[in-house]
């Protein structure tokens, strides 16, 4: 169908609608689900899989069955109830009205069919499309209930590392503020009118930082859409990376935002749970 030699370091997607000009995005975006892509005669499905100048990439006309699905998966956790995995930036954690099959809901849920074709998946809770980090699903609706009805209470601690732009007056404080969503926008601002907006408590601390940028360990006290985002703009030190919040540059070629930990109570049993995963290494090369 189509082969080439990859004249740049980039991650796939990028490669790909560089050099496939006559087709558009989501018919790119089909080539990965559809297990038709190659690079060095091996299937590529991940978009953000990184690829090196002089790599051959060939895209076949038929789908080629890839053999272990959970390979494209980072999973950091799975029990008969549960499966938590690691989202990658620039994913969707579910579908829209313009991308039906290219969502974490979807690769989560091939890999759980692949074992057996009745499994099911239900997500608990989801992430911004270029967000990167910790994303529970449920296997079965009474889980996704248990979970998802209590979340505000049994939820003990949701962190994120964050790199923004600047430095902070303040290294460790507390951003309150009152957030309303404009639903013809389809953006989030910031309200000191406590009714008309809903309360967003955000807890930070700068962890390391250098003339341009701070690394940040951020605690949400409320989940609002867009919480973290909109309140280091409202600060002056809008997210790197961030298009709808900020001026979207990114030496990194992403938002540098990640949800790194999730502490809640198991409503099964009461007891305490907790997921992490480590620290984008691209964040570190931002604040070195």
Known sequence: MEKFISNEEDILINVLRNNLKKYSKNNIKSFLTKEMVLVNNKVQTRYDYLVHKTDTIEIRETKIKVSKIKNDLNIIYEDEDLIVVNKPYGLLSIATKEEKEYTLYHFVSSYLKEKNKNNKVFIIHRLDKDTSGIVIFAKNQKTKNMFQNNWDTIVRERKYYAVVNGTLKDKAGTIK????????????????????????????KVLKENKDYSLLDINIKTGRKNQIRVSFKELGNPIVGDKKYGDGKSLIKRMALHQYKIELIDPRNNKKIMFKTEMPTSFKKLIK
Do not use: A, P, R
């Not at 503020?177 to 930070?204: A, P, Q």
């Open 177 to 204: 503020n009152y957030l309303v969503e404009n639903d013809k926008s389809f953006m989030v601002y910031s309200t000191k009118n406590k009714n008309e907006g809903k309360l967003s408590i955000t807890d930070y």
